[in-house]
């Protein structure tokens, strides 16, 4: 049996929300995996998803650059030891010429761009050169570029005003004229991302397993609220309708053709007249799918609402911005970079995080 620590319940307690008690018999149930007692807390509906955020410990800037004719973006995470110098314009323009760098040579990964030359020099001393004028380490932490060498093809990105948050999207479009009239609009895209902070493009990239493991958190979790809204009975907090799914992955044909029959059913019962059915069953039927998809809306774009228009979904706005712009949008990547995404806390300090990096 792992020991559990003070230390373990407090960030555990952070994290979730859960009670003191309730996170150190988590913690003893699962053998100090804190992952896994997060989740056993989530299914008692005891804790909400950990807060990653809480855990993270980092300085340091995001960078995006968009190439002139919107076919190449690059986004990069540069860390440095303090915010102050994260402010320093040596390091903000040290962070903007790293990132076109790597965007006009195509650099993959970090090996290469340590290889590469910069200004005539190698990459690694120019970094050297950085450091030790700043006054602090310094660390190229990630980068990734998108591109589209086809004229269908766009790519556009966002940065935010903190410079902390920052991404980049690509769609391909039905054709040139389409792609130049999508380029704001995907800016857009960036901005919504930024804020929602999606993990995945759609419903299809999940896994069944991680599908089911989150339907039970999620039922456990509006359980309990409707244990406390029962017990205020505030007329204007009803209990919530527990849904029978969690993702449009799980709704198969079989399984909406028996929502279609259920609806027909009811509005024989309620003497609807069947010359409209037509005009009620698409709009049941869409308001059975948001119920139970909730999870497509907390985690993928396409199930997100649009933070400019909440009464649409992502994917409802593309395809208004479809007709309007008279062809197809595809969004087929989008990347998004936060400043110390990843990096957990641990009790010694972020100069030793970047040290840890740099060896």
């Not at 994290?15 to 989740?39: H, I, P, R, W, Y």
């Not at 910069?118 to 602090?136: H, R």
């Not at 395809?319 to 062809?327: C, I, P, V």
Request: charged fraction near 30%; include cysteine.
């Amino acid at each position: 049996m792992a020991e559990i620590s003070a230390q373990m319940v407090k960030e555990l307690r952070e994290s979730t929300g859960a009670g003191m008690m309730d996170c150190k018999n988590a913690l003893k149930e699962s053998n100090g995996d804190f992952d896994k007692a997060v989740q056993l807390l989530r299914e008692k509906g005891l804790g909400k998803a950990a807060k990653k955020a809480d855990r993270l410990a980092a300085e340091g800037l995001i960078s995006v650059k968009v190439s002139d004719d919107f076919k190449t973006a690059t986004l990069s995470e540069i860390n440095s030891e303090t915010d102050f110098v994260a402010k320093n314009e040596q390091f903000i323009a040290l962070t903007k010429e790293t990132t076109e760098h790597i965007q006009i040579n195509d650099l993959k990964n970090n090996d290469e761009l340590k290889n590469s030359k910069i200004n005539g020099v190698a990459f690694e001393d120019y970094l050297k050169t950085q450091i030790a004028t700043i006054g602090e380490n310094l660390v190229v932490r990630r980068f990734e570029t998108i591109k589209t060498n086809d004229q269908k093809g766009i790519v556009n990105g966002y940065i935010h005003t903190n410079g902390r948050v920052g991404v980049i999207i690509a769609a391909n479009c039905e054709n040139e004229e389409v792609a130049q009239k999508s380029k704001d609009f995907l800016k857009q895209l960036c901005m919504h991302i930024a804020a929602m902070k999606p993990s995945y493009l759609s419903y299809e990239e999940l896994d069944m397993d991680f599908i089911e493991n989150e339907y039970k958190a999620l039922v456990a979790e509006l359980e309990k609220e409707n244990e406390e809204r029962r017990r205020l009975k505030d007329p204007n907090k009803p209990e919530h309708k527990i849904p029978k799914f969690a993702s449009r992955k799980q709704l198969n044909e079989t399984i909406l053709k028996q929502v279609e029959d259920d609806i027909k059913a009811e509005l024989k019962a309620q003497n609807k007249p069947e010359k409209i059915w037509a005009n009620i069953i698409p709009g049941k039927i869409n308001s059975f799918i948001a119920d139970n998809s909730q999870l497509d809306s907390k985690l993928t774009l396409m199930g997100q609402f649009y933070v400019m228009d909440d009464k649409k979904t992502i994917e409802q706005v593309i395809a208004q911005k479809e007709q309007e712009f008279g062809g197809k949008i595809q969004i087929v990547k989008f990347v998004r970079f936060e400043v110390g995404e990843g990096l957990e806390k641990k009790t010694e300090d972020f100069a030793a995080e970047v040290a840890a990096q740099m060896s």
